[in-house]
Nanobody
Framework: QVQLVESGGGLVQAGGSLRLSCAAS????????MGWFRQAPGKDREFVAT???????????RYADSVKGRFTISRDNAKNTVSLQMNSLKAEDTALYYC???????????????WGQGTQVTVSS
């Protein structure tokens, strides 16, 4: 069982930055792929980014096209945390952001087993 708690959301102006963090419980954190999804009102849950540990100091990361070059996902296996640095934010990035854990670093929500409660990000234009 993995419990996930997100933090770092808030209100920011377009062009600004926010850093989301997710703290995970459990002893096997490094074996999980960790992802971020988001959901805006009236829309489906959308993939943002995912990362998995591939051994040593190497990690795999994948991003949605809509955030590539603006967002960076990172993880600290020693602290059981995963972060999402969001730069050059746009109004269309406004959503509830979820941290998630699963076996494989995929872009579909069905691949993930555990979800946090979400943290709200609002970007004003």
């Amino acid at each position: 069982q993995v419990q996930l708690v997100e933090s770092g959301g808030g209100l920011v102006q377009a062009g600004g930055s926010l850093r989301l963090s997710c703290a995970a419980s459990g002893r096997t954190f490094k074996s999980y792929a960790m992802g971020w999804f988001r959901q805006a009102p009236g829309k489906d849950r959308e993939f943002v980014a995912t990362t998995s540990w591939t051994g040593g100091n190497t990690y795999y990361a994948r991003y949605a096209d809509s955030v590539k070059g603006r967002f960076t996902i990172s993880r600290d296996n020693a602290k059981n945390t995963v972060s999402l640095q969001m730069n050059s934010l746009k109004a269309e990035d406004t959503a509830l952001y979820y941290c998630t854990a699963g076996q494989l670093a995929r872009a579909t929500p069905d691949e993930y087993d555990y979800w946090g409660q979400g943290t709200q990000v609002t970007v004003s234009s």
